[in-house]
């Protein structure tokens, strides 16, 4: 399958799984804000990595576990709203890139701070 094809059928994915979760009734995963950053899906459309993100209080292996459960659903919406060959099977993976830009930037802030005093300082 060529790269363009497959890059729309990730964007195609990941829309309808942002659209998707919001009618989820797990409240392991209806508590917490979920939002999907990125799909990957395979080349021949069997499988797909779906990259999450959240905020809540729910913790990480409870939102993991209500994603899980509630897969047979998110495949069969897929498949409802997608006419695809095949339907993937989702493999949940959790993003922590935006949690990991925003403790750089906060180091990044910590720098500035200290050297702002010792200019003062000097």
């Known amino acids: 399958m060529p790269n363009y094809r497959r890059d729309r059928v990730n964007e195609e994915v990941q829309k309808e799984l942002s659209e998707i979760l919001r009618d989820i009734k797990d409240p392991r ?42 897969h047979g659903y998110i495949r069969g919406q897929i498949a409802q709203r997608l006419n695809l060959r095949q339907t993937p099977e989702f493999k949940f993976i959790r993003d922590t890139s935006i949690e990991h830009g925003a403790h750089i930037s906060s180091l990044f802030k910590e720098v500035e701070n200290e050297r702002k005093e010792q200019n003062k300082d000097e």
Do not use: C, H, N
């Not at 979920?34 to 080349?43: F, L, N, R």
């Not at 939102?63 to 899980?68: A, D, F, S, T, Y």
């Open 29 to 70: 995963v209806s508590k917490s804000f979920v939002s999907i950053t990125g799909v990957e899906v395979t080349p021949d459309l069997k499988y797909a990595k779906v990259f999450y993100s959240f905020l809540g209080g729910v913790s990480d292996s409870d939102v993991q576990k209500g994603l899980e459960s509630a």
